[in-house]
């Protein structure tokens, strides 16, 4: 079943005016995603990303939210920012629009060999399309572990991009870029911190596909990466 369709709808678009150090501080156009992980009672929407850009000096950001057509060019300034684990937790307020959709958390085990998907916004036209593309996953040790992909490398696509499992679930987010990327495996369920539960409102979380009620613990026992 092809999920890209469906996985859209819980990815906004982040778009920073970066001055490269590397290149006399010209200002280069940085888009990544950020993953929408919960839509509260009053419609504001929680979105997770990557920290790394948030934290740079003189460096202006503007979210653009998915629409059924691509994203909306009206940019969503957020109403809360801060830092835990190191994401970048965001609030958007928003008007429902009837397209936005949380991510669901896959707490299930993610094995060796196992075919997953990342979200990565392509390098020369980040705007649209944006890029769906399978990977493996090629060994680590619980919570991380690696996957590689079978597209040109992608300068950026460390810094945040989610990864689904073939069910369109999510199970991690990458953080660094090596000879494949580094992801951190969420089974360890970092969004159910206390430090930022209250903030998050209603998560979804479902064990191999099927899902959890919210009276049953999220934690599972022993490896989250198994071979």
Not at 28 to 57: M, N, W, Y
Request: proline fraction near 10%.
């Amino acid at each position: 079943m092809d999920q890209r369709g469906f996985v859209r709808k819980s990815i906004v678009r982040i778009s920073f005016k970066w001055p490269n150090p590397d290149n006399k501080g010209k200002i280069l156009t940085v888009v990544l995603p950020g993953t929408i992980v919960s839509i509260k009672d009053d419609g504001s929407c929680v979105v997770l990303a990557d920290r790394t850009f948030f934290r740079q000096e003189n460096c202006p950001f503007v979210v653009n939210l998915p629409t059924s057509g691509g994203y909306d060019a009206v940019p969503v300034a957020p109403s809360m920012q801060f830092f835990v684990l190191g994401f970048c937790v965001l609030v958007l307020q928003v008007q429902p629009n009837g397209y936005l959709q949380p991510v669901t958390f896959e707490t299930g085990p993610v094995r060796r060999e196992e075919e997953v998907y990342g979200f990565l916004f392509p390098q020369e036209d980040f705007f649209t399309p944006t890029m769906y593309c399978p990977g493996n996953v090629i060994g680590g040790e619980s919570p991380l572990g690696n996957w590689v992909h079978d597209i040109p490398f992608h300068s950026f696509g460390r810094f945040g991009s989610p990864i689904f499992n073939q069910s369109g679930h999510l199970v991690g987010i990458s953080y660094q870029n090596m000879d494949a990327l580094s992801v951190k495996f969420l089974q360890l369920a970092v969004l159910s911190e206390a430090e930022i539960s209250s903030v998050l409102g209603s998560v979804s979380y479902v064990l191999n596909g099927n899902p959890i009620p919210p009276e049953v613990p999220i934690l599972p026992e022993g490896p989250v990466l198994s071979v």
